[in-house]
């Protein structure tokens, strides 16, 4: 999993020096915000990512300039952004009831279809106010069944040790929540009789491979061979997800140090779509599928 850097955390900080210390760092990926695309301009911005080897594949993008489609498209392209999130509400633009929560998803909807039509993700950053209690059930209800098409709905319930997660997706219609299933999270480890909290990067790891495992799933089986063919193995990939899947990074069922990740790209495989590719036994060692196969990371896209 790649893990980014979000520039609004070092937003008191000059830019140039933030971007050479982030790339130092190890970082491949940014993820910017809302003075970012003034100052300086798209362009000047998009050399000093450059220079610094750095892509921003995600952006937070104030409400206004959302609602100014051409703009942000124009500002994605520049930049190279495939998913644009709205980051905030102002105090003043926070709904304050159930019908209030209703008109605002509904309003992100309607703001992120062409984004989503576009081959972008649309997303929504919450913070502590979508979750005040209207009528007896939080903002953020309100808001998740009137804009279902923000794709995949994450509900986690811990008791310290563990965290149960459950996943929804958007149905086909775009107007409803279906289950994908549920799995379970370990928080802690036991280290020599001791029980210690797993850390935060293994936490979220295990976390995004969970989430994707739900979303996209994959099968190696052995084709029936005759006398006068080579062994073929099929790869069945399922797009369980309501996104488009255009390729995924795979390896083998137990993990071992130095061990290379294989990659099918090209795919297009439509929402909750299967797709099946034969190959032959050189191609399926060298993708190192031989003991099994575990999915690392698939590149989904809106309609």
Known sequence: MDIGFQLYSARNYPLADVLKKVAALGYT????YGALYANPDPAALKALLDQNGLTMPTAHISLGDLEDTSKTLKLAETLGIKVVVCPWLAPHERPLSASGWQKFGEKLQKIGKPFQDAGLGFGYHNHDFEFVSYDGRFGMDYLLEAAPAVACEVRIASDGQTASVAVKSSNDRLDGWEPMGKFTLDLTQTIEGQVEPLKAPLVADNFAEGLLNRLVRVQVTKKPRTDTTKAVFLVQVDN???LILNGIALTGAVAEKGQKVGA????NVGPR?????PTLFNSYKALGLTDGVRVLAADLSGL
């Open 240 to 242: 369980a997800s309501p």
């Open 273 to 277: 779509r299967s797709l099946t590719l």
């Open 264 to 267: 099918i790209a090209g795919l």
């Open 29 to 32: 990926q940014v993820e910017g």
